[in-house]
């Protein structure tokens, strides 16, 4: 694969996206190439230092236009499961500690569990148990044996 005239198409946020996007360009029939992330700069100290420099996506010039295509159908696709992930998402749990009597406010993903009470530090649960969940212990009292 050689490219004519190379220009940076893409800038990735990550290699990964980089090599996404390379492959839904191979599939029209566009090559392409990638520019990662390697970075060493610091690896004697940190390791690989990420996103020094973005990833980018490199093709010929005279593809470009049709590039540009795939590329904004392949953005709306993104904004469009950004979107459907941020309508999906749960409501805050109000929670009233039984310490302080004041209420908060906690993320949804934390249903079930036991947290701290921001006003007072006291332990607080956060919501109810998921009955269907095959992993919620319930606490039956001693086994009797």
Known sequence: MELRDPVAAY????????????????EAGIDAFVS??????????FGTLPEIHKPQVWVS???????????EDYESQVAGRNHANESSAEPAIEVLCDDCGQKSLF????RGSVQYCPQCGAHVDVGES????????????PEES
């Open 107 to 110: 993320p949804s993903s934390q």
């Open 11 to 26: 800038n990735a946020a990550t290699n990964v996206e980089a090599q996404l996007i390379k492959m839904l360009l191979a």
């Open 61 to 71: 010039a005279c593809d470009v236009d049709r590039v540009q295509r795939i590329l």
């Open 130 to 141: 998921n009955e269907d969940d095959p992993f919620w212990l319930k606490d039956d009292g």
């Open 36 to 45: 990662e992330d390697l970075s060493v700069g610091g690896l004697w100290m």
